[in-house]
Nanobody, 119 residues
């Protein structure tokens, strides 16, 4: 599975962005998809994941929404009410079947897309 994330950019605090992650390969629907982020000089952290259910980090709950379109082999992350602390490189990742919050549990990673939120 190859993943390509895109949709990042510069946005003001309170604004919104939608990230997309396009996957190549077969059986996309059998993969759990996750979004992670890494801010400068910080550890990578879990953001959200989706299989048949969705799961969110507390820091984004109520502001971010993950979704997927299996017909398009794409997973999305709608990010609303963005805050400066959301500034990071966002990565999508894939693993078979069940969602996990630990990045080490994911087998496949995209290249990342930068989100910058100005105050």
């Amino acid at each position: 599975v190859q993943l390509q994330a895109y949709g990042g950019g510069l946005v003001q605090a309170g604004g919104f962005l939608r990230l997309s992650c396009a996957a190549s390969g077969r059986a996309f629907s059998t993969y759990a998809m996750g979004w992670f982020r890494q801010a400068p000089e910080k550890e990578r952290e879990f953001v959200s994941a989706i299989s048949g259910i969705t799961f969110y980090a507390d820091s984004v709950k109520g502001r971010f929404t993950i979704s997927r379109d299996n017909a398009k082999n794409t997973v999305y992350l709608q990010m609303n009410s963005l805050k400066p602390e959301d500034t990071a490189v966002y990565y999508c990742a894939a693993r078979k079947f069940t969602i996990r919050a630990a990045g080490n549990d994911y087998e496949y990673w995209g290249q990342g897309t930068l989100v910058t939120v100005s105050s």
